[in-house]
């Protein structure tokens, strides 16, 4: 692409200026671990790469950026599933590895002040010794940083009980791309002005470069029991999870997987699932005994009530974790069973979830490829496994086309096209589905008012009109082109 | 219970206001003017814009328009043992779904089970040019795009004339107790902290010259908790926690005084102001009643304890109510505010000084 500011050569020559040679990275073997985040289907080389150790250094980056107009990525670790973290093939790959320092773990206020290449689990476990940790619990936890959790918005298996990341975030400092650095929030529990702290989280890197997070501590709960319940029929499981909300219930986890990703999981972990039933439903409760104790009573006489072949309860910690086990296994245990896995991340209101998983059933057999589930039952967070095999020609393509058909048919229902893993790249043309020209021109308009060269992480989250367009031509949702005022090519 | 759908004429009107490049007031019940002020221009009422569009317990999510009435929502709610988790003030019997929403305003429990805006999971706004938006949904989880949704909660209806809100809902918890201890603020403080690390099931915690805790949960769980706390406990009435969320505590009645709110860690040191004090959300929410602070002294106690500070009630129309947000996020406020009401005729004025 032509460049209307500085050259590769003159960039790096002021890059050096204020970074040190190690902290730049510009050699097609240097940038090869750069090219693609967790959605490895798209790679690309990044123009330059760059970790920064210092604030000052990141806004002169930005700064410099900013004046030579070069598009800016910024990423974690880079495990996003959506390529919200992907480079681009003119633009800076801005990396924060070296943001890594836990700032403050403040027992009192219960907050801890991080990096943003901080790990998430990481927090909990310098919070550990003070009794607290940090509720949000994405998969990816053990790797995933803060700042990309920030980004993301990331969930996790606790966030009906605890919420997602916005919820549990209390401050935000980030440099727009001018090198201004702002505060978003605060350190108590409402920032002054606009809730920006709110559009921060979940902007997938288009508003700004997160330097440093707060985060709000939660105490560590005293005791945590499960209940595994298996059923005959998803839709009595589904009955169950309505029930057990129904009867005043807020379960700390709430999950469900249907009988493929059952067995699936079972070959791969030996968790002692009951593989004969059409779904299971694990059900925890966590907090002080007495709490969990009674909690737990009223979840097994609603599962009970609801018709539940089965339901066992963990005895120990040993018996809970072997329970969840298979639960955080199902990714990879679906991986075993097929070449290759492509996972969708839809919500969907949960009293939709029995005719959901009747149409994803019938659309799996259109595509001849099958489908698992697995779902956060809880806050109707589905994530359909779609298996095929990449080395089969038009296979990927055919996978892909199936997992638009689930998410267009998520918006159908009222849900929406990501639940938890974000738009990046790989959601563009859903978001045309859920959403109208007025809707994503005043996203244009918000993003004009963070970054009106349109510099930071261009090309992810919100697509282009003309991009709606294209898609458009393909795609009739409701009988109805959604954007019959565009000219169609 | 009323049900229309006015959103047509709403949308209509402002989009007429545009084109005239005349300011519109957005009014519903009143009841938070004392709070927000009055924008300029002519009033556009969302009273008659009412009804709960979509109601399912068993998803904990509700959807009403904005010109219904909270005790409303709150009534249909209590029906089927649920609540606003964030414990909305009314001030008033007025009180509309939109201003709640729009004030961001929320109560004793907050703390504990989250704010309006962590409640917020979607809505349908009329932004500046008249256009009907929709944003988020009616789902938990939803990373589509960016969150304007929250942003409308406490923006004062600045950014966008608020339809429809869906938020999640809470179920209300079985048992609930309040336990009372005569105690200075420092103990009262020391307290505090060790019971916000403790895992108890805390849905309360205030000190007005006695420290107050509330807790809720299953009967076994709160009254194992009153338990382990022990020591010289009195029960109160609940009723406690409602004139705080109010303000019909007796704190609250000297009417020519100033009241300061305080937004910070919950266990800051503040330095020394003149007035009286109130103590609520654990430390986390502090008010200030006197005649005397001296609006700059009270905004920088609160910036330098990492929160901030407004004044929430004065009799003073001339008074100083906003600490002037730093000059690049003032001047980013000032962008937003043009991204979505370019014409700048909603609720013009509101955030005068602040940016």
Redesign the interface.
């Known amino acids: 692409m032509e460049r209307r500011g500085a050259g590769r050569t003159e960039f790096l020559r002021e890059l050096r200026s204020f970074l040190p040679e190690a902290a730049i990275l510009s050699e097609p073997e240097d940038l090869k671990p750069f090219e693609c985040d967790a959605l490895s289907a798209y790679t690309v080389l990044p123009w330059l790469a760059v970790l920064p150790d210092t604030i000052e250094q990141v806004r002169m980056v930005l700064r410099l950026s900013h004046e030579h107009e070069v598009p800016v990525v910024a990423r974690g670790a880079g495990t996003g599933l959506s390529g919200g973290a992907s480079p681009v093939a003119n633009g800076v790959l801005l990396s924060l590895a070296k943001f890594n320092r836990i700032l403050e773990i403040?027992?009192?206020?219960?907050?801890a002040r991080v990096q943003p290449g901080v790990r998430n689990l990481a927090i909990s476990e310098a919070a550990a010794p003070?009794?607290?940790y940090y509720a949000p619990d994405p998969s990816s936890q053990v790797a995933c940083t803060i700042g990309g959790n920030v980004a993301?918005?990331s969930?996790g298996v606790h966030?009906?009980k605890y919420?997602?990341t916005?919820?549990n975030v209390l401050?935000v400092t980030l440099l727009?791309i001018e090198g201004?650095?702002?505060?978003l929030g605060?350190?108590?529990?409402?920032?002054?002005?606009?809730?920006?702290l709110?559009?921060a989280?979940?902007?997938e890197g288009?508003l700004g470069v997160i330097v440093e997070v707060a985060v709000k501590l939660l105490?560590?709960?005293?005791t945590a029991r499960t209940l595994l319940a298996a059923f005959d029929s998803v839709e009595a499981a589904g009955e169950a999870v309505?029930?057990l909300?129904?009867a005043?219930?807020?379960p700390a986890g709430l999950e469900m997987m249907d009988n493929l990703t059952l067995r699936a999981t079972e070959a791969f972990v030996h968790a002692g699932y009951p593989v004969e039933a059409a779904a299971v439903v694990l059900c925890e409760s966590d907090?002080?005994?007495?709490?969990v104790?009674?909690?737990i009573a009223?979840a097994r006489a609603v599962l009970a009530t609801h018709g539940a072949a089965e339901v066992r309860e963990s005895r120990d910690e040993a018996e809970r974790r072997k329970f969840w086990a298979g639960r955080k296994a199902a990714f990879p245990a679906v991986g075993r069973i097929a070449a290759d896995y492509y996972c969708i991340d839809g919500?969907?209101?949960?009293?939709r979830l029995a005719e959901v998983l009747g149409r994803i059933g019938e659309l799996s057999d259109r595509y001849g490829l099958a489908v698992g589930n697995v779902f956060?039952a809880?806050?109707?967070?589905l994530h359909p496994l779609i298996l095929y095999d990449a080395s089969h020609p038009g296979e990927l393509e055919r996978a892909e086309a199936l997992g638009e058909e689930i998410l267009t048919l998520c918006v159908e229902v009222?849900?929406?096209?990501?639940?938890?893993?974000?738009?990046g790249i790989e959601?563009l043309n859903?978001?045309c589905i859920?959403?109208g020209v007025?809707?994503l021109r005043?996203?244009y308009?918000?993003?004009?008012?963070?970054d009106a060269k349109g510099l930071l992480n261009p090309g992810k989250?919100?697509p282009t009109l003309a991009r709606c367009a294209e898609f458009g031509q393909v795609h009739v949702h409701g009988g109805r082109l959604r954007h019959p005022e565009l000219e169609r090519f | 219970m009323r049900s229309q759908d006015d959103s047509e004429y709403l949308a209509g009107q402002v989009s007429e206001a545009c084109a005239r490049g005349e300011p519109l007031r957005i009014q519903g019940g009143g009841s938070k003017r004392f709070y927000a002020g009055s924008g300029e221009g002519r009033a556009l009422s969302t009273l008659a814009h009412t009804g709960i569009v979509h109601y399912?317990?068993?998803?904990?999510?509700l959807t009403a328009r904005s010109g219904t009435p909270l005790a409303e929502i709150e009534a249909v709610l209590a029906e089927s043992?649920q609540m606003l988790g964030f414990e909305p003030p009314h001030f008033g019997p007025g009180a509309t779904w939109g201003g709640t929403v729009a004030c961001?305003l929320s109560g004793p429990r907050?703390?504990w089970a989250?704010?309006v805006?962590?409640a917020v999971l979607g809505c349908r706004i009329v932004?500046g040019r008249g256009?009907?938006?929709?944003?988020g949904?009616?789902?938990?989880?939803?990373?589509?795009?960016?969150?304007?949704s929250?942003?409308m909660?406490?923006?004062l209806g600045t950014?966008g004339l608020l339809l429809e809100i869906s938020v999640k809902v809470?179920?209300?918890p079985?048992c609930e107790t309040t336990l009372c201890f005569e105690c200075s603020f420092a103990e009262g403080r020391e307290r505090m902290?060790r019971w916000?690390?403790?895992?108890?099931?805390v849905t309360g915690m205030a000190w007005d010259g006695r420290l107050y805790l509330r807790l809720a949960?299953?009967?076994?769980?709160v009254s194992?908790?009153a338990r382990r706390i022990g020591g010289d406990v009195q029960e109160v009435a609940g009723a406690f926690w409602s004139g705080l969320r109010e303000q019909t505590h007796g704190f609250f009645s000297t009417a020519d005084d100033d009241l300061w709110r305080l937004?910070?860690?919950?266990?800051?040191r503040l330095g020394e102001l003149p007035g009286a004090w109130l103590i609520d959300?654990g430390g986390?929410?502090r008010w200030l009643r006197g005649a005397e602070a001296d609006p700059s002294a009270v905004f920088a106690t609160a910036r330098s304890?990492?929160?901030?500070a407004?004044l929430f009630r004065t009799e003073n129309s001339a008074a100083v109510r906003?600490?002037p947000?730093?000059p690049?996020?003032a001047a980013?406020?000032r962008?937003?505010k043009?991204?979505?009401d370019p014409a700048e005729i909603l609720n013009r004025g509101l955030?005068q000084e602040?940016?």
């Open positions: 403040d027992p009192a206020n219960r907050i003070f009794g607290l993301e918005n969930g966030c009906l919420g997602l916005v919820h401050q727009t201004e650095l702002l505060t605060s350190l108590g529990l409402d920032g002054p002005g606009y809730d920006l709110a559009v989280n979940g902007s288009l105490p560590l709960p005293e309505a029930g909300i129904g005043g219930l807020l907090g002080m005994a007495e709490q104790e009674a909690e009223k919500t969907i209101p949960r009293r956060h809880g806050d109707g967070n009222g849900g929406t096209v990501t639940g938890e893993h974000g738009v959601k859903p978001m859920q959403f007025p809707e005043q996203f308009a918000l993003k004009a008012a963070f989250a919100v | 399912e317990p068993t998803e904990l999510v043992g961001g907050r703390p989250g704010s805006r962590d932004n256009e009907m938006l929709a944003f949904g009616q789902v938990m989880k939803n990373v589509a795009g960016f969150d304007v929250r942003l909660s406490g923006a950014l809470l179920p209300k079985e902290i916000g690390r403790s895992g108890l099931p949960g299953p009967e076994q769980a194992a908790a937004s910070v860690p919950p266990a800051a959300w986390a929410q304890a990492g929160g901030h407004r906003l600490d947000l730093p690049p996020l980013l406020h962008r937003l043009a991204a979505f955030w602040a940016f």
